[in-house]
């Protein structure tokens, strides 16, 4: 069983910058490829980002191409989001989670991220 918790949210200002944390409990973090999604209200979960099992590739949605960056480290088994120029659009709560073969099979609690404009 993998355990993911995410950290990092909060409140922040457009144009400003987080970054969140995802760590993994268990030893097989760096078999797996590890992905970011959000969900804002009244809205159905979208993907965000994603990272190959080694980090070197990565994936993201075109809302946030260019502002947004995924990386990990598998030493630490935590994988990260930095979030740039952030916008309003930008606010949900933002899952982290674990790929294992074609499906996303664990996921964190979330964490909330507010953009005010």
């Known amino acids: 069983q993998v355990q993911l918790v995410e950290a990092g949210g909060g409140l922040v200002q457009a144009g400003g910058s987080l970054r969140f944390s995802c760590a993994s409990s268990?030893?097989?973090?760096?078999?797996?490829?590890m992905g970011w999604f959000r969900q804002a209200p009244g809205k159905e979960r979208e993907f965000v980002a994603a990272i190959s099992w080694s980090g070197g590739s990565t994936y993201y949605a075109d809302s946030v191409k260019g502002r947004f960056t995924i990386s990990r480290d598998n030493a630490k088994n935590t994988v990260y989001l930095q979030m740039n120029s952030l916008k309003p659009e930008d606010t949900a709560i933002y899952y982290c989670?674990?790929?294992?073969?074609?499906?996303?099979?664990?996921w964190g609690q979330g964490t909330q991220v507010t953009v005010s404009s």
């Open positions: 268990g030893s097989t973090f760096s078999s797996y490829a």
């Open positions: 989670a674990s790929r294992v073969g074609v499906q996303y099979a664990y």
